[in-house]
Nanobody, 121 residues
Framework: VQLVESGGGLVQAGGSLRLSCAAS????????MGWFRQAPGTEREFVAS???????YYTDSVRGRFTISRDNNKNLVYLQMNSLKPEDTAVYYC????????????????WGPGTQVTVSS
């Protein structure tokens, strides 16, 4: 599975960004998709995940501000990020697993190279 993120950038606090991830190499509908992030000096952490049918799960710090979605016809997954805060600054990674469950993922089978999101105060 190959994953490629896009849509990162610099935004002011309170602003919005939408990340996209293009997947290839395996039937997209068979994959549960997710997003992780890693800030400098910290471990990579789970952000959100979505099943093939659209069930979603979020970490507490982004619930209500971020929305994960997917387009199974285009092999794309999105992360809409609203009300961004400086503490959301990180490299955001697209992730894929063979199954979805309603909890934070401890790891992922497949990773994208990441895209930088910087939120200025």
């Amino acid at each position: 599975v190959q994953l490629v993120e896009s849509g990162g950038g610099l935004v002011q606090a309170g602003g919005s960004l939408r990340l996209s991830c293009a997947a290839s190499g395996r039937t997209f509908r068979s994959l549960a998709m997710g997003w992780f992030r890693q800030a400098p000096g910290t471990e990579r952490e789970f952000v959100a995940s979505i099943s093939w049918s659209g069930s979603a799960y979020y970490t507490d710090s982004v619930r209500g501000r971020f929305t994960i979605s997917r387009d199974n016809n285009k092999n794309l997954v999105y992360l809409q990020m609203n009300s961004l805060k400086p503490e959301d600054t990180a490299v955001y990674y697209c992730a894929a697993n063979g199954f979805w469950y309603s909890a934070e993922w401890p790891r992922s089978e497949f990773w994208g190279p990441g895209t930088q999101v910087t939120v200025s105060s």
